[in-house]
């Protein structure tokens, strides 16, 4: 190997982050090695950093939209509408799947059934109008840009960080679905997830980090004991499910702690 070539690790780290923006983003990355087995799997430790660059996105184009003096729910509704079209409406899409399956399906067979099915019933529309409702209305009441984009750094950051706890302490679901491909992330990339989220968070917020860590945390949890209940484990639509309710509740708290 020559002086100038980057170490192994190095190397790994690039390529499993580069494979977290590909998948958690509709950012046109190509990747030039094929995938190891476990490369889904480690990807998931840089989620928060994914995750805190989509909020810095969001938090961008709020920016511009407070220099243009639009009021801030608009502005708030832009930043959202920034960030679903940059993420795909991924997580989103998860959240309705979950609430069609846990509200529509009367045992754990046909709650899987509905969660894979592509459309989307009632519970999954109200699901969608609340969590852009309430996320709005929260950065409406943040207001300002310098309170919006710190909000939307940390609450990107932290409600992508419980992804790894959730792959890793609880059992896919179903054999065959997506959550079971991608694997259950080793203890040092779960540590790797928790270490960017917490991080983004405090240099972003600083005092107000603890506050809103516990609040993802507590909306993690809550969402991983409802799947545990309703389906016995975990599918790519709960880790959607959590990350909505997470940010939701980050927002929320900032709102109310701040605003």
């Known amino acids: 190997m020559s002086a100038d070539s980057p170490a192994p690790s190095a190397a790994r780290w ?24 476990d490369a889904h799997a480690r990807a998931m430790g840089w989620f928060p950093l994914v995750g805190a660059g989509v909020g810095l996105c969001g938090g961008a184009v709020h ?3 407070a220099l243009a003096h639009l009021p801030p729910l608009p ?26 399956g846990f509200g529509g399906g009367r ?5 899987l059934e509905i969660m894979r099915d592509s459309r989307v019933g009632s519970y999954g529309v109200l699901a969608i109008v609340f969590s852009v409702a309430v996320r ?18 940390a609450s990107g950051a932290l409600s992508r960080g419980g992804m790894a706890v959730i792959a ?49 945390a507590l909306a993690v949890l809550a969402v991983a004991r409802q799947a ?13 499910a959590a990350q909505q309710v997470a940010e939701t509740a980050v927002l929320l708290t900032l709102a109310a702690t701040v605003a």
Do not use: C, Y
């Not at 045992?107 to 709650?111: E, G, I, L, T």
């Not at 679905?177 to 960017?196: H, I, N, Y």
């Open 14 to 37: 690039t390529s499993d982050l580069a494979l977290a923006v590909v998948f958690l983003t509709r950012l046109p990355l190509r990747l030039s090695d094929p995938l190891a087995e």
């Open 168 to 216: 890793r302490f609880m059992n896919p679901a179903r054999a065959d679905g997506l959550a079971a491909r991608q694997g259950r992330p080793s203890p040092g990339t779960v540590a790797l997830s928790l270490a960017l989220a917490l991080g983004v968070a405090v240099a972003a917020l600083h005092g107000l980090a603890a506050a809103a860590v516990l609040s993802a």
């Open 75 to 100: 502005a708030a509704l832009l930043a959202l509408g920034a960030m679903v079209w940059l993420t795909g409406a991924l997580h989103e899409d998860g959240a309705a799947d979950v609430a069609d």
């Open 228 to 240: 545990r209940r309703q389906i016995g484990g975990h599918t790519g639509d709960v880790f959607g």
């Open 63 to 65: 920016g511009l939209a």
């Open 107 to 111: 045992d754990k067979a046909r709650k």
């Open 136 to 153: 709005a209305s929260a950065l409406a009441a943040l207001a300002e840009p310098h309170l919006v984009i710190p909000a939307l750094l």
